[in-house]
């Protein structure tokens, strides 16, 4: 029983910190007075527990839990294949010591400090390690190409990166463009033959000393050349000696000779920034900075950018804590929250909701291998709240509906209301009796939902922006309504800006999770917050009760030649649920300066038209019929659809959409190629 009840609290709590929730009133809605009634709390006691969350750090909040629990499980991650297991206190005494390398080499108050890798306990200590420095983590996607990266690094003035060795030939690449940086750290572990680095350290160094006599006494080429290869075989010599008589070096690939040109300039790099491993980089016995506020910056966050160049949003150490516990305290959630984290951890949604909340609350994170083996380490480590986005959870439903199908019994069975709940019990007996997905991110089709509950599986959703630390509004289990993301958080007031007659318009957002503004933009920052109110661009509407309902963006908003106005994120949930559509883009083709018309490109499922095609003994299928299969696909969901809002005309791409990190569709991208197209 006690066990049962402190799941159930659990489920509440992550809830919360997941999603992005939101408390409405109608134009205009304040969290407190129905938090008051709800909770049943005096008033006076709401105000000092939201006058504390004022005055704590994000490394303190965590600093909290290494006190309260410092031998329970933090962090869980696969090593060699199996589940090992992080206390709190070791997570901690890695965080000082990260800390203080960070001090000893010079980090300052308000320095920028650049995070690269993927998600790993490395990556989480380094996070918090910087803050408790004082420095400002500026979590970067390890996704970027390099014009991207070198416009992020370059635009936070980073001194100092934490990356992983893949990305050190990136980085390289262009390094001569960020003159702040002067320092790399490796993340990864020093699992390589201990005197490779210095062997081909000193063999470089030989190598510019004979580069210099060269031109200094004019040696003849061919004499040039010949010492050269000698060189290049006493090199190749010594690191076969070296590299096999390392117990556990793996063959390697053909390594760079020290005398190719290339390398003359990564030595040159390399010398620049000193690369050290996390290990060597961390020590032990320094005081760590005292004089930092809850209001000092924690986190830059670059904007996944779908609509151009990405800004860093400003986030103090007060948006983040007082977000996370206005968010637990609303869903008041327990010591067991226990998530699985698979989404880019460079994303705010998953920093907050999927790494910092459980870590608050003494529970417990759990590290996917990758996104392919999501589901086998679902099965494995059954947490108890997933952080996902919509586009994950369409694949989700996707599979587990086909594994259902695929098989005479379960689908007989599974077509019976009266006998369905027997399949479902043993989805949710693999996946864990307890667990929550919670969505966030992009707007859920409520279809998914729908799947989802018709398989006993539970999916909340929610709503909230980089911008706002991020966590706005959220379903909880206790009060939901399809098609809706919920209720705003305690502390947090929405309002809908110039709402049409439907009562549809831009949402505003108040409260002490906004930003401190964008980094360097002192323009766009009076652009986006005017008067404490941060302008979203998204479109919604509050319900008689208060619930939020997210329509789509602004930008992306459709006037069709009659005044109507289309929201192209409703039409591509529709178009979604045809088998036959992988991705699709809706957007509206201009017939004059104030009018458009509703037309859409297609990215085909090909895995489902090879189905179809054999099953139907139609094999091959030529891209006339593709066209035809799918015009008969568009029409029928304009069928659920307003005649306005239905596609006049669609497209087919042969390749996937450009997408951010949370599966987005960079449109600005693509409606480039349309306007260049012509």
Known sequence: MA??????????????????????????????????????????????????????????????????????????????????????????????????????????????????????????????????SGGVVVPVDKELKAGELRHVLGDCGARLVLTERAYLELLFEIGEDLPALEKVVLLDENTGPPLLPQVKNAMGEIVDEWRKLVEQYRIPGEARRHVETLGRRLEKILLQQIEGSHPFSRKPAASPSVFNDSEESKRSFFRRVQPDFIEQFAVEGMDLPSNRSPQDPAVILYTSGTTGRAKGAMLSHANI??????????????????????????????????????????????????????????????????????????????????????????????????????????????????ITFVSGGAALDPEIARG??????????????????????????????????????????????????????????????????????????????????????????????????????????????????????????????????????VYGHRLSPTAEEVHAIIYPDQEALDNYAKENELQPLSEKDVENLLRREVLEAGKRLADYKRVKRFTLRDDEFPKTTTRKIKRYVVEADITAGG
Not at 70 to 97: C, F, L, N
Not at 338 to 343: A, M, R
Not at 368 to 374: D, N, T
Not at 415 to 432: D, S
Request: hydrophobic residues 40%.
């Open 321 to 434: 804590v007082s977000n996370i516990q206005a968010a637990v305290r609303h869903l008041e959630v327990e010591e067991s929250m226990h998530t699985l984290s698979f989404l880019p951890v460079n994303h705010v949604f998953e920093q907050v909701a999927g790494v910092l909340a459980p870590l608050s609350l003494c529970g417990t994170v759990s590290i996917a291998e990758s996104l392919k083996k999501v589901g086998q380490n679902l099965v494995e480590e059954k947490p108890t709240y997933v952080m996902g986005v919509p586009a994950v959870y369409r694949v989700l439903l996707g599979r587990m509906s086909r594994s259902i199908e695929d098989k005479f019994l379960s689908r007989t069975l599974f077509a019976v209301p009266l006998t369905r709940p027997l399949v479902a019990a043993k989805v949710r007996k693999a996946l864990g009796k307890n």
């Open 3 to 132: 066990a049962s009840a402190r799941r159930t609290g659990y489920l509440y709590g992550i809830l919360t910190l997941i999603l992005r929730c939101e408390v409405a009133n109608i134009p205009h809605l304040k969290a407190d007075s129905q938090d008051e009634a709800f909770y049943a709390i005096p008033r006076s006691s709401l105000s000092a527990r939201r006058e504390d969350i004022c005055f704590m750090t994000v490394d303190e909040l965590i600093e909290k839990s290494v006190k309260k629990s410092p031998d329970k499980t933090a962090i869980r991650h696969k090593v060699a294949g199996s589940w090992q297991a992080i206390t709190y206190r070791q997570m901690w005494s890695q965080v000082e010591r990260i800390s203080r390398g960070l001090c000893r080499w010079g980090v300052h108050k308000g320095d920028r400090v650049a995070l690269i890798g993927s998600t790993s306990p490395a990556w989480i200590d380094s996070y918090l390690a910087i803050m408790r």
């Open 452 to 585: 989802m509950a018709n398989l006993g599986l539970t999916i909340l959703q929610g709503y909230g922006i980089t911008e706002t630390s991020p966590i706005i509004a959220a379903e909880s289990p206790h009060r939901r309504r399809p098609g809706t993301v919920g209720r705003v958080i305690p502390g947090v007031e929405v309002r809908i800006d110039n709402a049409n007659e439907e009562g549809v318009g831009e949402i505003l957002v108040k409260g002490p999770n906004v930003m401190q503004g964008y980094y360097k933009r002192p323009k766009a920052t009076a652009e986006a917050i005017v008067d404490g109110w941060y302008h979203t661009g998204d479109l919604g509407r509050l319900d008689e009760d208060g619930y939020l309902s997210i329509c789509g963006r602004m930008k992306n908003l459709i006037v069709t030649p009659n005044g109507k106005n289309v929201y192209p994120e409703e039409v591509e949930n529709e178009l979604l649920k045809c088998p036959f559509i992988a991705e699709v883009m």
